[in-house]
């Protein structure tokens, strides 16, 4: 499977502009704005008056951000798009933003997320913890992170990384099925305990939040959603890929989520 690193809100905006949804009406960063205007001459490029008339314009990045507005009337000669209500914290040259009309940001937004919790197995990647430390005579550690499955767990005697880490073997330690590890030997006392597996996907907050998915399977998901005028064709395209992807994983994994 392919994964790509990409923020919340270029996801959002790779499946709003996938063909044909064809939803990313304009993104950019404005030129100017006043309390109920937004004009950006580089990208508010329609040569007709009320071209944007409808659509939402949002902010998601710099003075302003997190705003979304109505855009009700548009004015090609001038770029300008004149939204209601007002913004509440007018925008700057460093406001950047998107433009959509089929759907809200908060739309995508649940899409996206829905998605992610949907097909989190086709979107585990590969994760190391090192935050637990060894406890003097204790055999049982809560499981940190987000971890779907293990593949191995090693411990380091010094926290400096030029010392060797120990490998323990896989009946040196099983996974308990309230999210707990059981070590056979109690880890050394302030050993760093290393623990390697496959993570399932963090679920975005911030537009600027950073994921690593498989793009194209939540963008085929999240349009099944969006297009309901579409939802059977795109719901049977989005199954197939998804059932054609090859969902492996590293030798030894042992599954340990509680989730």
Known sequence: MTFEQVTFSDLRKIISDSPPWNDLLAEG???????????????????????????WIYLNGGVGAGQERYISDFTASSDTASV??????????????????KAR???????????????????????????????????EYALPGNFAHLHSIQYIRDSDYDVTPVTLDPWDWEALPNGMIRFRHP?????????????????????????????????????????????????????????????TMPENSVPVSVY
Not at 106 to 118: C, F
């Open 105 to 139: 940001v908060a739309q995508y937004n649940r899409a996206i997320k829905r998605g992610l919790r949907a097909d989190r197995n086709f979107h585990q990647v590969r994760a190391m913890d090192s935050s637990l430390l060894g406890v003097d005579r204790q055999r």
């Open 84 to 101: 209601v209500p007002n913004w509440t914290t007018t925008p700057g040259a460093t406001s950047t933003y998107e433009v959509h009309r």
């Open 187 to 247: 880890i050394p006392i302030d050993a760093q305990i290393r623990f390697h597996g496959m993570k399932f996907p963090d679920i975005p907050d911030e537009d600027d939040d950073i994921l690593q998915v498989n793009v194209e399977l939540i963008t085929l998901y999240a349009l099944s959603v969006l297009d309901t005028t579409n939802h059977t064709e795109r719901y049977i395209e989005y199954i197939r890929f998804r059932d054609d992807l090859n969902l």
């Open 29 to 55: 960063t404005l030129d100017s704005a006043a309390s109920g205007t937004a004009v950006d001459a580089d990208e508010f490029t329609y040569t007709s008056d009320d071209a944007l008339n409808g659509a």
